[in-house]
């Protein structure tokens, strides 16, 4: 595989550099913990999502063997528990609008049959599973995302399952087969395999550097052992690609997706989490990755914290500019799976800073975010409404917790949530925004992260910009609206006919 280096394109004279910190809020939480046994060794994602349309997001947290849980955004960093049909064996779930009424269901997975909630004003969830025409399986499901094909009024749904726990020659080489679900005409879905399966963690829909809608999955060779490797499949064309379409064979103990443009080149790179190193691989103009340099910063292969000089075990991993300076900051959820003697058991949460060159240094120490329990599922999301994003960890085995970001002189931002009549919340749409220190780019997708993730307006930090020019194009990349707009806002942007 070839080396690449980010050349960084916001390159920001005189931009804010603050010292990021975040307050610890996590008493403030109704206690909740992802227990479990080896069928909970992962998962324990979250989906954080606004289901009251009060501009502050909620939180549903997996739970494993304990009820997953819905909480109520009070405001001012407090939740309350809000019902919801109760559900245990949950690994994770994601928001997304499935029947288009205009209110975010949950997808949720877990070990036994997946089941799906209908969403509805005030955060009233009813079961919908059956109503949705959804086969709900029975396989142990880790790995979610949705995509809209051109002219689709319903969302295709991809289920990634793990290890088959009903092959008596398991759990090792044993990777289950995935799920396709696509929409019938006149209602409900049509359910098929999905194969190979390589005990897929994390799978996401979203343009690739090629431009084209692409499927992404990470595998954990924990499980597949031999013979398996992380995925990409062409949706277009139906077809995996391979080392001559730039995706070469790597093979990781992956566990979770991110995806940006760090560049603002238009072209996502992506990062993937695994035991060891966590590689980023760099988009290139002519459409291949290439894998970052050490010096990028990104690899964080081991703890960066006390004397465990063993590997870290890397799960949730999500890109969001914490400081708002114009540059997409990189959190990583780390924690040993369980007791793994080869991989370190006290193995601090990362937090790395993308400086103007592109390079990445670790702050999660200083910012007071360097936890050391087993986390797993992560997010990035303004739950106070003040422009900065703050941070909702979920835990193995330990309470989940919460941090406000209360880092001072941060730079200005804009939070764009595009809206189209056709598609809801627009997914798959591109939202490029342009300032004169550079232009950021960011797709709205479903799927990623670790058995969970943020369904928000997308959050650009502007660094000194009091002004920015923001351009939509949609999944088919026609240009639906440009606006002019000033900072410090979240803004609705529908996109024209």
Known sequence: MKHAVLACALLIPGAVSAQVTFEDHSAALPEHIYSGGWEHFVGGGVAVFDCNRDGLPEIFAAGGTAPARLLHNLGEMQFAPAPIPEMNGVTGAYALDIDGDGWRDLFVLRVGANRVLRGGPDCAFSEATEAFGIDHGDAWSTAFTAWWPEGARHPTLFVGNYVDRTDPDGPFEACDTHQILTPRPEGGYDSEGFDPGYCTLSALAARDARGRVTLRLSNDRHYYVRGGYEQMFDLTENRFL??????????LWGMGIASRDLNGDGRDEVMLTSMGDQLLQIAQPDGTYGAAPFSQGTYAQRPHLGEDGRPSTGWHAEFGDVDNDGRADLFLAKGNVDQMPGNAMKDPNNLLMQLADGRFVEASVA???????????A????????????LVVVNRRAPMELYRNVTRATGNWIAIDPRDATRPFAVGAEVTVITDQGRQVQQRVVGGGHAGGSALPLHFGLGPATRALVEIRDATGRLRARRDVTANQSLQIPLAP
Request: hydrophobic content about 35%; proline content about 3%.
């Open 379 to 390: 997010a990035l999301a303004d739950f106070d409404g003040d422009g900065r994003l703050d």
């Open 367 to 377: 910012a007071g975010v360097a936890t050391t329990a087993r986390s797993r599922g």
């Open 242 to 251: 391979g080392a001559e379409d730039g995706w070469p064979r790597v093979s």
